[in-house]
Every structure is written in structure tokens, then in C-alpha cells.
């Protein structure tokens, strides 16, 4: 059914940042698994902030946004990097810090 945004019943006025913003973080939110790990990151909106959480941390992180496709957990080099697919979907997390490139860091396949 989706929100009323996407069925097109506000469709006289534009959606707000924040609108635009869930919209597109709704792609994100799934369960992405580390490659040669046994590690899963869980990412999840509330409201129009996205989450993630890694198998034995306590609490999700906030993911701020950076790019289109980048976010970074605020005080840190963590940067998490989300990679489509040939269809246009989301089908990995690419998670590096800042300061060593993203060559450094892990891949997370989506499993769900």
C-alpha cells in the first residue's frame, strides 16, 4: 500500500527533506552479513534517521548521511558505503574508515 507520498495522494505539495530522506533510507533497511565473518550488520529506520547494528553491540549507531550512497557514524572514521545491484538494489555494505580508504575495510552481503 506504502505512504500517502508514494501513492501519490499528496501530490500537490513536495515532500519535505526529511520525506525524501526515509524514502530513499527504506532501500537500506535490511540484514547484511560480513564476508569470512560471522558478523551481520542490521540496518533500520526510526523516523528519518537510519541505524546500524553489528552482531554484540549493545545499541544501533546512527549512519549520518555523507553522499548518496555513503553515510558515517558521527565521531568516528567509520564510513559505510551502500552498493546497488545491475537492477538497482541494494546488495551490500561497504564498511571502511575514513583514513585507510575504503579498500580497507569489509563487505556485507544482503541476506534479508
Not at 500537490?12 to 533497511?29: C, F, I, N, V
Not at 558478523?39 to 533500520?44: A, E, K, L, M
Not at 537510519?50 to 572514521?77: N, W
Amino acid at each position: 500500500m506504502g505512504c500517502a507520498i508514494c501513492r501519490g495522494a499528496a501530490a500537490s505539495r513536495r515532500p519535505t527533506r526529511g520525506e525524501d530522506r526515509s524514502r530513499a533510507s527504506r532501500h537500506y533497511t535490511r540484514e547484511y552479513a560480513w564476508e569470512k565473518a560471522k558478523f551481520s550488520d542490521t540496518v533500520t529506520l526510526k523516523g528519518d534517521k537510519l541505524y546500524i547494528q553489528t552482531t554484540g553491540d549493545k545499541e544501533p549507531t546512527e549512519l549520518v548521511p555523507q553522499g548518496a550512497h555513503t553515510f558515517f557514524v558521527p565521531g568516528s572514521l567509520n564510513r559505510n558505503a551502500f552498493i546497488r545491484d545491475g537492477n538497482g538494489k541494494v546488495a551490500e555494505i561497504r564498511g571502511y574508515s575514513a583514513d585507510a580508504g575504503e579498500q580497507s575495510g569489509y563487505k556485507a552481503r544482503r541476506i534479508k
